[in-house]
C-alpha cells in the first residue's frame, strides 16, 4: 500500500496561526497520533527523524500530525513571544483538530525532548491511548544548565567569528535562538514533581541512560501509573554543540518508537 503525502495547512488557534502537517491514512485509521517536537534549539536535529517516524506510522495504517509552536518554525509569532503555557495550548488545539477530522478515533501523543513534559501535561487536558516520552526533558533546571553550558562551550571554540554573535541575535539568546529571562524561568518550573502522565499506556524511550528519568518512572510505578522503560543504546548527545548541525537521526530511534504500536493493547 502506498501512503498519501502529507498535507501542510495553518490551523487558526486562540492567537496564532499553527504550521501543521497531516498525514491521512489510507482507509479506516487505526488511530491517531500527534508529534509533539521539541524546543527550536533542538528541532533542527530532530526534523528529519520527525518527518521518517511519521511517513512510518502512516504507512502502517495511523493518522499522524506533526506541528511548530506558535513563535517557531512556520507558525506565526516571535521568538520572544514564545512561551510554555502557549505552547501546552498548541498541543490541545492540534488534538481537537486529530479527534474532529479523524472520527474520534483513539488518539496518542509522542513527545521528544520538551515536548515530552508538555504532552505530560496535555495528557491530564484530554484521554490518549498511548503517552510516548523520547528522551524526555523532566527537570528543567537540569535542562537549562545543559543548555546553557554547550552555549558557552560553543563561543568559547569559535571565539573569533562565533555561529550565532550577540551583534545579530542579542545578548539573552541560546543557538541563535531567543532565551530570555522570562522564558528561562518557565523552563525551570519543569519539574519531575508536577509531571506526572494520565494515559492508558505511558513509554519513555531513551537514547541513553538517564537517572532523571530512571527515578521518575519507578516514582510513576509506585502510584500505580502503566509505564516502562525502554533504552535504544545509541545516544543522541542533545547538549553536545557540536551535533547542532546534523541533521541525521539514528534509524534504530525511528524503529522503536514506531515499534510500540505493533502490539495494541
Known sequence: MTAQRSRPFFLNST????????????????ETIV???????????AQAGLGQL???????GYNVIRFDYSSTGDSEGTGDTA????????????????????????????GLR???ALAIRASHHTPLHRLVLWDPVLDGI????????????????????????????GQTQCWGFPWSEGWRSQIA??????????????????SATDPIARDVSQGWQKLGIQSDLQHIGE???????????????PSAHVRRIQALWETQE
Open 15 to 30: 492567537s496564532q496561526q499553527i504550521f501543521t502537517l497531516h498525514y491521512p491514512a489510507e482507509g479506516t485509521a487505526k
Open 35 to 45: 508529534i509533539c517536537p521539541p524546543a527550536p534549539q533542538e528541532i533542527m536535529r
Open 54 to 60: 511519521a511517513r512510518r506510522l502512516q504507512e502502517d
Open 83 to 110: 512561551s510554555i503555557d502557549q505552547w501546552l495550548q498548541d498541543i490541545l488545539q492540534v488534538c481537537t483538530f486529530a479527534q474532529e477530522q479523524t472520527g474520534g478515533t483513539v488518539l496518542s501523543l509522542v
Open 114 to 116: 520538551l515536548g515530552a
Open 142 to 169: 537540569h535542562y537549562l544548565r545543559e543548555m546553557e553550558a554547550s552555549h558557552a562551550r560553543m563561543f568559547h571554540l569559535n571565539a573569533i567569528e562565533p555561529p550565532f554573535p550577540s551583534w545579530r541575535y
Open 189 to 206: 518550573a519543569v519539574s519531575p514533581a508536577l509531571l506526572v502522565p494520565k494515559a492508558k499506556r505511558t513509554h519513555i524511550v531513551l
Open 235 to 249: 545516544p543522541m548527545y542533545w547538549g553536545d554543540e557540536r551535533y547542532l548541525k546534523i541533521r541525521a537521526f
